[in-house]
């Protein structure tokens, strides 16, 4: 893979990756590809204390605490395998669907399973002789669909045979790129990468990684209405339910993380209320980051095709909808917590909350610094 040709979203989680992601494919030289996280399906992030430590914890009463700098461990072959391809990943399926590809028995024969795997998404491939995709017949984000049956099979058959697991990130990589023209600039997303980014900078060397954020307050009620919605809809990846301080503490890791590494990987960080205030003045500066022609045409038709309205099919901002996307809307969270809540929310991550700019009345301090933020 040529990893200078490659954008990738980092995160933050439920702080408008998505929108990123559609504004980013909308470039007239940009493929985007939807959301897919290689680096989670191939590491498994060790989150606690190690399992050997845990009674001695319990019997002395000491609670376990998620290790300030992450750890990782390698899957296994036919766990990567899992992750990456059996109705979770890259090819998502719900309910019923994912139900039947858990059941599948003849993996092994790749051909009659990705057969199988498409029946059951409703989804007929490309022919494989169909022409390389070229940027300026997309503006939106592409998936699995928008590949041929047999690159696919290429990929699976790749992952499967694989000795040292950590190739799949860089194969998967290699595979988004071999579908477009040689000129194309590739974008990827994954909405909770931030703990990943070193392993995603010795994948990915040479790419450039743009970290979008948001008030912590209004990723906790963002975070809670995705769960309801994912557990109604029966989605297989529905987060656990926790509480808003539980929330807001898990966001505020990842700032700590994102602080300490956003010079050490040379990160792009970039607030998600200051594209919303500003969208063109902010999505240009952002272009001209990631060596893309960013003139006023290009960014007006950009914020065009990546608005709240297109992305809702006409909703206004500030309406809500039983909908992956929410409000479009800043300082939400005012109108979901009493005061007591709200200080408890404070208090759990103000030094976070400040870094970044935001105070306890949910106003943006501008005198914050937050390195490698865009200006």
Not at 352 to 366: A, K, N, Q, V
Request: proline share 5%; hydrophobic share 40%; aromatic share 10%.
């Amino acid at each position: 893979m040529n990893s200078h040709r490659f954008i990738h979203i980092a995160g933050c989680y439920k702080s408008g990756t998505s929108w990123l992601l559609n504004s980013i494919s909308a470039h007239p030289e940009v493929l985007g590809w939807s959301e897919f996280d290689p680096i989670r399906a191939v590491y498994r992030e060790l989150k606690y204390r190690p399992l050997l430590m845990r009674p001695v914890y319990r019997l002395v009463g000491k609670p376990l605490k998620q290790a300030e700098a992450p750890l990782f461990r390698l899957r296994k072959s036919s766990e990567v395998f899992e992750k990456m391809f059996v109705g979770r990943g890259w090819i998502p399926l719900i309910g019923n669907a994912y139900e039947s590809i858990q059941k599948y028995p003849h993996r092994s024969d790749i051909n009659a399973f990705l057969e199988e795997l498409t029946a059951l998404a409703e989804i007929v491939l490309p022919r494989d002789a169909r022409p390389l995709l070229t940027a300026d017949r997309f503006d939106f984000p592409l998936a699995f669909p928008n590949t041929t049956a047999k690159s696919l099979t290429g990929l699976m058959t790749d992952v499967s045979k694989l000795e040292e697991t950590d190739q799949a990130v860089s194969i998967f990589y290699s595979y988004l790129q071999s579908q477009c023209a040689p000129e194309t600039v590739v974008a990827t997303k994954a909405a909770d990468q931030v703990a990943c980014i070193p392993l995603l900078a010795k994948h990915s060397p040479d790419s450039y990684k743009v970290v979008i954020v948001r008030d912590g307050r209004d990723v906790a009620v963002s975070a809670s209405y995705y769960q309801k919605l994912m557990a109604q809809w029966g989605a297989n990846w529905t987060p656990r339910k926790v509480s808003s301080v539980r929330s807001i503490k898990s966001w505020a890791y990842r700032v700590r993380l994102l602080s300490r590494y956003a010079k050490s990987y040379n990160l792009i960080v970039l607030r998600y209320e200051d594209l919303l205030a500003e969208y063109e003045t902010f999505m240009t500066l952002l272009l001209k980051k990631l060596g893309l022609t960013a003139n006023p045409d290009i960014v007006s038709q950009i914020a065009s095709k990546a608005s709240f309205e297109a992305a809702t099919y006409g909703r206004k901002p500030g309406e809500s909808a039983n909908h992956i996307v929410r409000k479009g809307v800043v300082g939400d969270w005012k109108h979901h917590f009493t005061q007591s809540q709200a200080d408890e929310l404070w208090n759990a991550a103000r030094t976070e909350l400040s870094i970044l700019g935001y105070t306890r009345e949910g106003i943006i301090d501008e005198s914050e610094t937050f390195p490698a933020m865009l200006r």
